[in-house]
């Protein structure tokens, strides 16, 4: 069955950087395009970027631009994030799946920025 384990979320300083990893298995994840998302307490889960399926076209939501850089490995089955310059309001719990959120939710790595 499907499985995306996300991992690497930490507690760090404003500044700092981490690099959170997604492993995914169970479907041909090169055929599909990935996200990241960040869930907060009492917001709705937002994406926060995004890559093509063969990697070539990433975005990014505006609160990320320029400091949060996502790849992928198609060998690997695998995403990455990497963020740096963290700030306390990149808080949040982080999740990746599908661009359209096609699979059942795993169960996610926390990030805390700040005391």
């Known amino acids: 069955q499907v499985q995306l384990v996300e991992s690497g979320g930490d507690s760090v300083q404003p500044g700092g950087s981490l690099r959170l990893t997604c492993a995914a298995s169970g479907f041909t994840f090169s055929g599909f395009a990935m996200s990241w998302y960040r869930q907060t307490p009492g917001k709705e889960r937002e994406v926060v970027s995004t890559i093509t399926n063969a990697g070539g076209i990433k975005t990014y939501a505006d609160s990320v631009k320029g400091r949060f850089i996502i790849s992928r490995d198609n060998a690997k089955d695998t995403v990455y994030l990497q963020m740096n310059s963290l700030k306390p309001e990149d808080t949040g719990v982080y999740f990746c799946?599908?661009?359209?959120?096609?699979?059942?939710w795993g169960q996610g790595t926390p990030v805390t920025v700040g005391q």
């Open positions: 799946n599908t661009n359209h959120a096609r699979f059942e």
